[in-house]
């Protein structure tokens, strides 16, 4: 039998073109990206990252900025100057306790780029007018302080307020402009901004307040607004920055609901009873940051014992924890895909455990102790980046505001407690002791979380 012209030209399509059809889709269908890069590529959250930036570096100077005028201007001579900050780290801090979960709620009904813009802008406008507000007070008192005191102890409060809108705002945008396969990237990013604002804004802050007082002051405008400028200019830069953000957010039901602040509240809270890898998480944070503010406590001590160092020096030793938070943060970012987050929150809480106890052994030699401090970083960066990631990619839109809100609440009132804790067991215990106690912690918390999150999550 023949085979006919049509017929040999046919047979060839008819066998070949499934399997073409397969073998384009295959090669179609590529391997998504990882690592950073495709969040450097999204203009979106560059935009929010620059916005970050700015705010993340204002708030940690804007300490630097008060700590200054306190000693240009009210602490007299052989005076202590501890009793004016702590009222001014009373005043940072009130608000993150009474308002952090409410400002979630009212969040999750506003236009989030509206929060941001508005919050960075007016933080910004407050502290441009600190000098006038100083100097329209000069020469009054109220009791025995002095109102230009009085009046900064208000404008901190007030900064700190609208710093607890912003930070639900700023997470709870995240997931809207990220995808979820690079939350983890884009967290990690987030985590590596925040850490270099606190190297930057505590370890080179006055240097930089006092270079932006001689700039401004060469130029004309006095000696002594360059530090005003420096802080309430990086709010006002990352406010205008933040306008060109465009979140596709649904405005809808933010513009027709309002608050219920006690019925959101318990919508919140039992969210977080009913879902247990959400919640999970964010108590994996508290412990981490519990065990991070402990450090900062402890670190005095450490400074103290070490030969060759003093106890104001303490900052070198945060230094090198932010460092390594940094560090692993960009690790996690680039590399953190291959395992799940509770992988990687194991990992990262027995590494933060081994060097809890290492330091522990090793407190009284220099470069030990830092090279130990740092690597508690690098883990404490391998549990934290992941917990975010998957509080941001579990929770709906809907109710993001009132979790970040409850989560930033419980984080600050978490990091109180070891400034009044730690110090007092310290001296009872011993640093050593203190030290394996919070290395327990970390793995108990890390080994009990994990397990029970990846029977709902994983």
Not at 188 to 216: H, K, R
Not at 380 to 395: D, I, L, N, R, W
């Amino acid at each position: 039998m023949q085979l006919s012209d049509s017929d040999l030209t046919k047979k060839p399509k008819q066998e070949n073109s499934p399997n073409t059809k397969i073998s384009a889709a295959s090669l179609a269908e590529k391997e998504p990206e990882r690592g950073l890069l495709p969040v450097l590529k999204n203009g979106k959250f560059l935009i929010l990252w620059g916005g970050q930036i700015f705010s993340q570096l204002a708030d940690k100077v804007y300490l630097v900025l008060m700590i200054a005028i306190i000693a240009n201007q009210f602490q007299a001579a052989g005076q202590t100057i501890s009793g004016w900050v702590s009222a001014i780290m009373i005043a940072f801090t009130i608000p993150a306790i009474l308002f952090g979960a409410g400002a979630g709620i009212y969040v999750d009904r506003w236009p989030k780029k509206s929060v941001l813009v508005v919050t960075n802008i007016v933080r910004g406008g407050l502290v441009l007018i600190l000098p006038m507000i100083l100097w329209l007070s000069n020469d009054f008192n109220v009791g025995n302080l002095p109102l230009g005191f009085c009046l900064m102890l208000l404008l901190t409060f007030l900064v700190s307020t609208l710093t607890q809108f912003f930070a639900p705002a700023e997470q709870a945008v995240i997931p809207l402009i990220v995808e979820k396969p690079h939350l983890l990237s884009a967290n990690s990013l987030y985590t590596t901004t925040m850490m270099a604002s606190v190297i930057i804004g505590f370890a080179m802050g006055d240097p930089l307040l006092e270079l932006a007082d001689s700039l401004v002051a060469k130029i004309g405008f006095g000696e002594t607004l360059g530090k005003e400028f420096v802080v309430g200019g990086s709010y006002a830069i990352a406010g205008l920055l933040l306008i060109l953000l465009k979140t596709g957010e649904q405005k809808d039901k933010t513009e027709k609901e309002q608050p219920h602040i006690l019925a959101d509240l318990r919508d919140g809270l039992r969210y977080l009873k009913n879902h247990h890898g959400v919640r999970n998480a964010i108590i994996q944070q508290i412990i981490l940051f519990s065990i991070f503010a402990a450090l900062a406590v402890l670190a005095v001590r450490l400074a103290e014992i070490i030969p060759g160092m003093e106890a104001e020096e303490f900052g070198l030793l945060l230094a090198a924890a932010g460092v390594g938070l940094g560090i692993g943060a960009g690790i996690v970012g680039q590399l953190g895909h291959w395992l799940s987050h509770f992988q990687l929150s194991m990992i990262g809480s027995i590494g933060m455990a081994v060097s809890l106890v290492g330091l522990s052994i090793f407190n009284q030699e220099f470069w030990v102790a830092m090279s130990l401090i740092s690597i508690l970083g690098i883990f404490g960066a391998v549990v934290g980046v992941p917990m975010q990631t998957t509080v941001q990619a579990e929770t709906p839109e809907e109710m993001r505001g009132k979790v970040f809100g409850l989560q930033n609440n419980a984080v600050n009132i978490a990091l109180s407690l070891p400034l009044a804790l730690v110090g007092v067991a310290e001296t009872f215990l011993g640093l050593s002791t203190v030290l394996v106690g919070l290395a327990g912690a970390a793995i108990t918390a890390g080994i009990f979380f994990s397990f029970f999150s990846t029977q709902t999550l994983e």
